[in-house]
């Protein structure tokens, strides 16, 4: 796991939907929400398969390993955006 980082108190603005959703998860869960927050967060940016990628290959540096997580994140997004795209035209014509 990447190294553990102090956390910071931070104020953002959410959906509300999306805050209910987080609560009820924390909720069934039995986690705190903010951990809900993180793990998403984590997700976005890649640092789930920075871990997966570390733990697997502990010959890579944290360096090689973010990039090799850059590189998927970068590539999962493109192919959310061409299936996006896809379902947007299918449903023109």
């Given at each position: 796991m990447l190294a553990s980082m102090a956390r910071v108190k931070t104020t953002t603005y959410i959906d509300a939907r999306l805050r209910r959703a987080a609560k009820t998860v924390a909720a069934r869960e039995g986690i705190k929400e903010y951990e809900v927050y993180e793990e998403a967060l984590r997700k976005y940016l890649g640092w789930d398969i920075l871990d997966e990628l570390l733990a697997r290959s502990s010959?890579?540096?944290?360096?090689?390993?973010?990039?090799?997580?850059?590189e998927e994140v970068h590539a999962t997004r493109e192919e959310r955006a061409r299936m996006a795209d896809t379902k947007r035209l299918t449903r023109q014509g």
């Open positions: 010959d890579l540096t944290e360096e090689e390993a973010m990039r090799i997580a850059v």
